[in-house]
């Protein structure tokens, strides 16, 4: 659920409009209190819950969790399928209550891979929710940043293929267009959990200038006020974006 409010905190002069968090640690969770690692992954979701409502408390505008990579199907075959029946869980029963939160939920990644019904489930919670105005998550399932940029390169090739752009007059404007998450505000903070120092292939055109954060705290572990240490350390960096002061 997303129950009580968190209040507003004033003395951040400067918060991201964009936040992107990589989700880390849930089998290492489960490890140390001796669980099996679907534990940690439920914990997870409880993780995501809180993180969603000080998003929402916060007045953020988006929020981008990467849940699901294109590497993951790598992982052993019980754990794959208990994370879809755990996604369909969620879809199931968390998508009525953020609705009433006013999010607007969005799936991004490569879904031809799920299940018919999991496909299913996705179009109906998105279309539940989209015309609700509040803060836009976005769920990256099945989702690698090499996919998203070979995906967008195929459009464009596509086009020029059929003599509707000429090559000259590709820009990164142009492509940024067909990317992921190309109509929301560019990624300005993007937090990494469990201790790991890496990007792991995620929204990597759309991070070109984010901040990054990175946390020792497992995802599960990982609280409103770990958030709100996350927004600090952005609002006392300088952004120049390759300029000066």
């Known amino acids: 659920m997303l129950p009580a409010e968190v209040p507003k905190n004033a003395f951040l002069s400067t918060k991201p409009r964009h936040v992107a968090i990589i989700m880390d640690g849930n089998g290492r969770w489960a490890k140390q209190f001796g669980k099996f690692r679907i534990s940690g992954h439920k914990a997870g979701v409880k993780a995501v819950k809180q993180a969603v409502r000080f998003a929402v408390s916060q007045q953020i505008e988006v929020l981008t969790l990467y849940a699901f990579s294109s590497e993951n199907w790598r992982r052993p075959e019980q754990e794959v399928s208990a994370l879809m029946e755990l996604f369909m869980f969620a879809l199931d029963r968390e998508v009525k209550i953020i609705h009433k939160y006013n999010v607007s939920l969005h799936i991004i990644g490569d879904t031809s891979r799920f299940s018919k019904k999991l496909q299913e489930k996705i179009r109906r919670a998105e279309k539940l929710t989209e015309k609700n105005s509040g803060l ?28 509707q752009l000429a090559p000259k007059d590709i820009s990164e404007e142009l492509f940024s267009q067909q990317v992921c998450l190309s109509a929301l505000p560019t990624v300005d903070l993007l937090i990494r959990t469990g201790g790991e120092y890496r990007i792991s292939n995620y929204l990597l055109w759309q991070i070109a200038y984010a901040e990054l954060y990175f946390t020792d705290v497992l995802w599960p572990d990982f609280t409103e006020q770990d958030f709100e240490k996350a927004l600090i350390s952005f609002s006392q960096r300088e952004r120049r974006f390759g300029g000066t002061e």
């Open 136 to 163: 836009v998550l976005n769920i990256a399932a099945n989702y690698g940043g090499r996919w998203d940029i070979v995906q967008a390169t195929q459009i464009l090739a596509e086009k020029v293929q059929q003599h």
